[in-house]
């Protein structure tokens, strides 16, 4: 990977995750299965910078049609569902974007949304604030998107947060690169096995061209 690429990647632009968020809102709120979305975490309290995820709960007639609509205009890397959550519910790293930027997704009935938004907080304690309301239209995404088989990528894929999350606070608090270091050994043995999906194959290799450029930057 070319090292302006690996910049691009390890210091995204503090507007991206506000750029992300109101396109997908927009594309969002003009469907017809959608009936409420909120937004949580950092961009809930207004405190998000370059390194944050976008978090959405969403309640929706036809959750699989969102995750085409999020695919039409973000193409899908990879995804990685929630655990104990109803599927699609999950976690989407887009193509183009930094992979701190990626998009989680979680949907709600409309009573487990509006107890949310009531309480303020999601389960993890995350904020949550309702978006309101925009204007419906007549159009449906073009092609709907093939989820991939990651039968294979198990533990390896439960690595890729923490070492974003560690890699962040490398960048935002100066904090050493033992743990970063670390887990990427894990995922680089991971994805020369050959046998995890061509999506965290990637990402992998994004991780890992961050971190050999925080690691040049760093002598």
Do not use: C
Request: aromatic share 10%; no cysteine.
């Amino acid at each position: 990977m070319q090292p302006d690429r690996a910049q691009a990647l390890l210091f995204p632009y503090v507007s991206s995750p506000k750029r992300i968020f109101e396109e997908l809102v927009l594309t969002f709120q003009s469907l017809e299965s959608v009936k409420r979305i909120a937004i949580a975490g950092s961009l809930a309290e207004g405190s998000h910078d370059g390194y944050d995820e976008i978090q959405l709960v969403v309640e929706a007639t036809d959750p699989l049609l969102v995750v085409n609509a999020l695919n039409d205009i973000f193409p899908i890397r990879y995804f990685r569902p929630f655990s104990g959550m109803d599927f699609p519910s999950g976690r989407f790293w887009l193509h183009d974007e930094s992979p701190f930027n990626f998009v989680a997704i979680a949907f709600y009935t409309g009573v487990d949304l509006e107890e949310a938004i009531h309480k303020g907080k999601l389960a993890h304690g995350a904020t949550i604030r309702e978006i309101p309301s925009g204007t419906k239209g007549d159009w449906s995404p073009s092609r709907q998107y093939k989820f991939p088989d990651i039968s294979n990528d198990g533990e390896l894929s439960r690595l890729v947060e923490p070492t974003l999350f560690s890699i962040r606070s490398v960048v935002r608090d100066g904090e050493d690169l033992e743990g970063v270091m670390a887990n990427l050994t894990v995922l680089q043995r991971g994805r020369v096995s050959g046998r995890v999906s061509d999506g965290l194959t990637f990402l992998i290799d994004e991780i890992s061209a961050m971190v050999s450029e925080l690691v040049r930057l760093r002598k």
